[in-house]
């Protein structure tokens, strides 16, 4: 025999689990709950009590239980066939026999209890129905009309009370003799609609009666009902019936919403939970929340909360969960994860690195290239004369015009040169992020030979990793020595290819032409190896060379097109402003409609003025470019309230730590050369781990602009030597936040580098310069020593402060203020606008148009 669950067996027998417990407690068959299941030993037992029982009860109940009997075969084929307990589901309409039993029981009961209250019921409304079920769940459980007054008092009122328990209480054992026909009654009734027909005709009389009682008492949904759902509906109402009074006992089996008239299911045997199937993939960008992926694997929230807890993941259903936990979450469930980058469409980089694909479409562009070279040496007379010769041959009656870039052609090749010649503008646009220059020229003088301009735009085209031709200018000049200078750029690593490099060397004469056929070939030549290439067909993006307000045209910017084609009316973002391009103007100062790969065009459109070395990049549409444009004007605002995060020494090992530094550059700037060398040849021996020092630039003299420049551009700290910077640098540094470190020690220098890069800088006091003077005559008085008539130019000096002797930029002297007066008198502090004289300890070797810089020490806070 198939075992059986307690709660089952005590509706196949009408009984409640609790009686078949109390029953089975006598037997000593522990059960825990209704729940438990019972072997077939176990229900032979029972059923000797309890079938026995119901046998004994009289006519009634025999009669009963054939009718049952009879019922089952007879009345329900599918019954016939099925396990008692899915007769009545596999009819569609209620949950199992055993329910049914009980429903048809208590209906039964209702019906048997009718005809008797038939009239008192239609009187009591609504009522009925309770007073029915009551004396129903009370005669089914006890079987012995124990009936609560109380509750039926509540439902009915007294008067359906006292008859009710009157037609209960002598009906006894013949209450349940009437309940019987009732069940047998009741799934006729039920059935009846499935079959029609079936064992209506013998049940429909009493079911009528049911019928006719609940008519005219107002269960209203019954009457519309009924054609299609009569056997249902009265099935539920006696369900309802049945469940009111057997809710003490078995709170959780029977919904209570069956008042909407709905079939209920197999409430008492709890289906087998129905999991969703998983996903054999899920995707997620940068986090998850447990809710989230709970959701994304159609899982419980707590099932994932609990796997975590078993990783040791003490989790809530808000946290976000890391990449690596959203991984082995999802390799417990076998589901695979992939994570989507997001891309930050605001950030116009990523358009330039996504160029890099295009493959079939890429074909061949000019080469864009950057004149350089010391002051004097014919900068800008190349620049003209390049363009004298070329541009007008091609546009016959052009007008040059310059917008900071022009093209030549030469042997049906075009070259793009930037017009802004010198380093300056080449490292601000770097600093900036444009990679303009495929190329540089450097020019030097061949009378003048290699001069320290030269040298730093040298360091400029290597950090900016770009090649260089050397263009030897002023050949014509009868002191013209290439030689020379082809030796002096050997030191810094320009190799002429005559002696074994890979440097090409041309002598020009810019301001005769000749040389600049070669020159120009050389620089196709350089172009071709590099082979440059761009895809016209693509929206066009490339770097603003300058951009200006113009009092007629607004905005106006000169933009390089370094990929795609720019067509008039493109939607467009240029750094943080955005627009339509409205017109084009080429080079010569003609209006064009779209402009190709290396091509330099001026352009208005553009809601506000961006600045040298902005990227700017084509949208599909004006919306997007708004949008992208203003976005970005936004974040700019932002980020222009935060600091920059260029490296100091102070972040240096923050930055190291964090990965962000592979190289720390330096530019070294000293005294003399020598000082230079021996310094840069210190500080590159550092050895720390993880971090190389890269020398990017050295110079004798002062700390200059165009060292802050290079700084800036290449994230490097400039470390002076017995040297100070200019006043534009200083302006320049401070703006850029470039860190300058002056030192008067060699082996202070080197220990403070290593100890910034070892995380371990700690200074705890700071220089802090107050003021400058400069020396406007001198005085030499015995026993004092060097007066120094001086006029404060900015800040203040004081007593206390001290000094520094700046001549030409260079400190001479470091020490103590010795004395400070005001005409005769001491004086405490002398500010800016204001004579005074000052004596330095121990020094009188002080001159006319010397600099006193005073300073004091100040502690850190550190944060
Ligand atoms: N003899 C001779 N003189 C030249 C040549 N090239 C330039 N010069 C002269 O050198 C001087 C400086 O020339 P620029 O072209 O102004 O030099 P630059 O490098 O542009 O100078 P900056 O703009 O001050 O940096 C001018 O007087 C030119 O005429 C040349 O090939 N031969």
């Not at 039964?108 to 209250?117: A, E, I, K, T, Y």
Request: include cysteine.
């Amino acid at each position: 025999m198939t075992k059986i669950r307690v709660h089952e067996y005590a509706k196949r027998v009408n009984k409640s689990s609790k009686e078949v417990i109390t029953e089975l407690s006598k037997m000593n068959v522990s059960v825990s709950n209704h729940m438990s299941t019972l072997d077939g030993d176990t229900v032979k037992r029972l059923d000797h009590v309890f079938v026995a029982n119901v046998n004994s009860g009289g006519n009634n109940k025999s009669s009963n239980q054939q009718t049952n009997r009879q019922n089952r075969p007879t009345g329900q084929g599918s019954q016939k066939s099925g396990r008692p307990e899915n007769a009545n589901s596999s009819s569609g309409q209620s949950n199992g026999n055993g329910q049914t039993a009980q429903r048809s029981e208590s209906g039964q009961r209702r019906d048997g209890n009718r005809p008797s209250n038939n009239g008192q019921q239609r009187s009591g409304g609504n009522q009925r129905n309770t007073n029915q079920q009551r004396p129903a769940g009370q005669q089914r459980q006890s079987g012995q009309g124990q009936q609560r007054p109380g509750n039926q008092g509540q439902n009915n009122g007294g008067q359906q009370r006292q008859n009710n328990n009157g037609q209960q209480r002598p009906a006894g054992q013949g209450g349940q003799g009437q309940q019987r026909p009732g069940q047998g009654q009741q799934r006729p009734n039920n059935q009846g609609q499935q079959r029609p027909g079936g064992q209506g005709g013998q049940q429909r009389p009493s079911g009528q009666g049911q019928q006719g009682q609940q008519r005219p008492n107002g269960q209203g949904g019954q009457g519309q009902q009924r054609p299609g759902g009569q056997g249902q509906q009265r099935g539920n109402q006696q369900r309802s019936n049945t469940q009111r009074p057997n809710q003490n006992q078995r709170p959780n089996q029977f919904n209570k919403n069956n008042k909407k008239g709905k079939p209920q299911k197999q409430q008492h045997t709890p289906a087998p939970k129905v999991e969703k199937e998983l996903p054999s993939k899920i995707t997620f960008t940068e986090s998850l929340s447990v809710g989230e992926l709970a959701k994304k694997l159609g899982r419980e929230p707590s099932e994932i909360i609990k796997k975590l807890f078993m990783l040791g993941v003490m989790a809530t259903i808000n946290q976000e969960l890391d990449k690596d936990a959203i991984e082995l979450i999802c390799a417990d469930y076998g589901v695979e994860v992939e994570e989507e980058i997001k891309i930050d469409v605001t950030d116009l980089e990523v358009y330039f690195e996504q160029n890099e694909e295009d493959g079939a479409d890429l074909s061949e562009r000019p080469p864009v290239v950057t004149i350089m070279g010391h002051v004097d040496h014919g900068k800008t007379t190349l620049l003209d004369s390049i363009r004298q010769t070329k541009v007008t041959e091609g546009e016959a009656g052009g007008i040059t015009q310059h917008i900071g870039a022009y093209q030549v052609v030469d042997n049906g090749k075009k070259i793009t040169f930037l017009d802004t010649p010198g380093h300056a503008a080449f490292t601000t646009m770097r600093a900036r992020g444009a990679k303009v220059t495929d190329l540089t020229i450097l020019v030097v003088a061949a009378d003048d030979g290699v001069m320290p301009q030269t040298v730093e735009a040298i360091n400029h085209a290597k950090a900016a990793e770009v090649p260089i031709i050397v263009a030897v200018n002023k050949m014509d000049k009868p002191t013209a020595n290439p030689d020379r200078v082809m030796q002096e750029l050997t030191e810094h690593g320009l190799v002429p290819e005559d002696w074994g490099g890979d440097t090409i060397f041309v002598p020009v004469s810019a301001l005769k032409g000749e040389g600049i056929d070669t020159l120009l070939e050389m620089i196709l030549l350089v172009a071709e190896v590099a082979e440059l290439k761009a895809n016209p067909k693509r929206r066009a993006m490339g770097s603003v060379i300058e951009a200006q307000l113009d009092k007629g045209r607004g905005s106006v910017a000169t933009l390089l097109v370094q990929d795609g084609t720019l067509h008039i009316g493109d939607p467009i973002v240029v750094g943080n402003t955005f627009g339509r391009v409205r017109a084009m103007v080429n080079d010569i100062g003609r209006r064009v409609k779209e402009a190709g790969p290396s091509t330099p065009v001026e352009i208005t459109g553009l809601n506000d003025v961006p600045q040298a070395g902005d990227r700017f990049v084509v949208f599909e549409d004006e919306k997007t470019a708004r949008q992208i444009g203003e976005s970005r004007s936004s974040a700019a605002a932002v980020e222009n309230r935060t600091e920059k995060s260029r490296v100091t020494l102070d972040n240096l090992f923050e930055q190291m730590k964090q990965g962000e530094m592979k190289d720390l550059n330096i530019i070294v700037k000293a005294d003399v050369q020598g000082t230079v060398e021996a310094m840069a040849a210190s500080l590159m021996k550092i050895d720390v781990e993880g971090v190389n020092v890269k020398i990017i630039h050295t110079g004798a003299g002062a700390i200059n602009e165009s060292d802050i420049s290079l700084a800036a551009a290449s994230n490097a700290i400039v470390v002076g030597f017995n040297v100070r910077p200019d006043v534009n640098a200083k302006r320049a540094a401070e703006a850029e936040g470039v860190d300058i470190r002056l030192h008067r020690v060699i082996y202070k220098v080197i220990e403070e580098i290593e100890a910034a890069m070892k995380g371990m800088l700690d200074p705890e006091f700071e220089e802090k310069v107050i003021g400058q003077a400069e020396v406007r005559e001198t005085f030499k008085v015995s026993k004092v020593g060097t007066i120094a008539g001086s006029y404060v130019t900015e800040g203040k000096i004081t007593r206390d402060s001290g000094v520094r002797v700046i001549r030409d930029g260079i400190v001479i002297f470091e020490g103590e203020l010795d004395t400070l007066k005001r005409f005769k008198d001491d004086a405490k502090e002398v500010a800016r606008g204001y004579e005074c004289g000052i004596t330095i300890k121990n020094f009188n070797d002080i001159k006319e148009g010397d600099i006193i810089e005073a300073y004091v020490m100040e502690e850190i806070k550190r944060a």
